[in-house]
């Protein structure tokens, strides 16, 4: 514990850097016409990544920064997927050839509200429009209070083989405060409907910073978690922005963990998993060593992306549906945000572009950076800017940053690079911020650091 890390940086407001630029930076001068001449261009050799979002559920976490979207009734939610089935469409005839996909995610909100056959619909519509690889990975995230057995054996009909299920915290007072009623039983009875059939790729999401969370109770999480032995852990800090997520204003200020708590609370549930057995993986990832995000650490080939860290290689990601993200060679994309202007324009036969950036040379050198430290813990400076043919001089943006991370022991400089020092692990959005450009004129709320 480094209280002195976190009272100088705990409170800074700093991006996750799941993209570089970050999405404040999109524009809408970047639109549909761009993104159909990018879709033309995509490299066929390559095998690419689809994300569709699904933003409904059936009640509202008041935690939730996510665009989602309450409904008890099924009508909306098959109205919404018939509008992801014809943009999928749209998008494959924009490319022009069938497109091999080598990754598959399904987010929200909660894509298992889908009813069965809707969500096997869904399926048959991209394995016709696009070329799904036989080897791949077809993830989904669940909420456990809501899978049914009918939805899991179709999630299996459908190839699905990995499964992210939404646990954040057992606590009952935290449950109440956060309007997440959520049992153990119902969490294990999840995973063993889908290790029954045979979807034993398992990843458990848990929130740390929560309204009335302790680190005992973090801990207690933890130890629940640990008797269904999830492949992964995502462990991630609670981002509270009642200015931008109304919701979140039923959660009082009063009830939040202050940065050392939350900082306690975070290595708390770490140093658990690391007793268990898991590898850590960048910032908040936690692996069993027989899983592919240990080896390609290991390798120097994790990468970062909209779902956190990856061992998809996939330079194209196409995303489909509304607020939707995608990443092409040659900049972002992404969606139009409401679900009536959303099916507005696909009922037009138009894609739902509506915002986006075109990347600078300058723009992928800081990327390059930004993901090698966010991933690695350290970078080779020398090594990427030769790699972009950058002065390596000109790579540090905040100067000041990196001298006070230096002088407060959380980084180690050399001549080559950088790395983050034992215990400063937590702080490493901190250090991959000070190769931000974009950030000094960024006007936009992000989460705090710690």
């Not at 931008?244 to 939040?256: A, E, M, N, V, Y």
């Not at 998809?312 to 939707?324: E, H, K, Q, R, V």
């Not at 959303?342 to 390059?368: H, M, N, P, Q, S």
């Amino acid at each position: 514990m480094r209280p002195d890390l976190v009272q100088s940086y705990g409170n800074d407001s700093l991006p996750r850097y799941t993209s570089y630029p970050t999405a404040p930076h999109f524009s809408p001068e970047i639109c549909e016409v761009d993104y159909r001449k990018w879709l033309k261009s995509v490299p066929l050799q390559q095998p690419a990544s689809l994300y569709l979002h699904v933003p409904f559920c059936r009640s509202m976490c008041w935690y939730c920064g996510c665009h989602t979207f309450v409904t008890k009734h099924d009508e909306p939610i098959a109205l919404y997927a018939s509008g992801l089935r014809r943009e999928a469409q749209l998008t494959a005839e924009a490319i022009g050839q069938r497109l091999p996909v080598s990754h598959i995610h399904f987010g929200g909100g909660t894509p298992t509200v889908m009813r069965p056959e809707t969500f096997a619909e869904l399926v048959d519509l991209l394995r016709s429009s696009f070329l799904v690889l036989p080897d791949a990975e077809i993830a989904i995230e669940i909420d456990p209070r809501t899978l049914t057995k009918p939805m899991t054996e179709a999630l299996a009909s459908c190839g699905v083989n990995r499964a992210s299920l939404g646990v954040q915290s057992f606590d009952p007072a935290v449950q109440q405060a956060i309007n997440r009623h959520q049992t153990f039983d119902q969490t294990a009875t999840s995973v063993e409907r889908l290790r029954r059939q045979s979807i034993g790729r398992i990843n458990f999401d848990l929130l740390y910073g929560l309204p009335l969370q302790t680190v005992e109770s973090c801990l207690d999480t933890v130890r629940k978690c640990l008797e269904l032995r999830p492949d992964r852990f995502s462990v991630f800090g609670y981002a509270h922005v009642p200015s931008f997520k109304k919701h979140q204003r039923t959660i009082s200020d009063d009830w939040l963990p202050d940065s050392l708590e939350r900082h306690l609370q975070s290595e708390t549930i770490a140093q658990a998993l690391l007793d268990a057995g898991y590898a850590r993986i960048g910032l908040d990832h936690f692996a069993l060593a027989n899983d592919s995000l240990v080896a390609a650490g290991r390798k120097g080939r994790l990468r970062r992306n909209f779902q956190g860290y990856t061992d998809d290689t996939a330079d194209t990601l196409i995303g489909l549906g509304t607020s939707a993200i995608g990443r092409m060679p040659q900049g972002f994309v992404q969606n139009v945000v409401p679900i009536r202007d959303y099916l507005a324009r696909i009922a037009e036969e138009r894609l739902a572009t509506t915002k986006g950036y075109v990347l600078t040379d300058e723009d992928r050198f800081r990327a390059a950076i930004i993901e090698r430290i966010m991933c690695d813990l350290a970078v080779d400076l020398r090594q990427v800017s030769r790699l972009h043919g950058r002065d390596q001089e000109s790579a540090v943006v905040d100067r000041a940053r990196i001298d006070s991370l230096i002088a407060h022991g959380a980084v180690t400089m050399t001549t080559d690079g950088l790395s983050v020092n034992a215990g400063a692990e937590f702080l490493v959005r901190s250090v991959a911020s000070a190769f931000d450009a974009h950030l000094v004129h960024s006007a936009a709320t992000h989460s705090r650091a710690v």
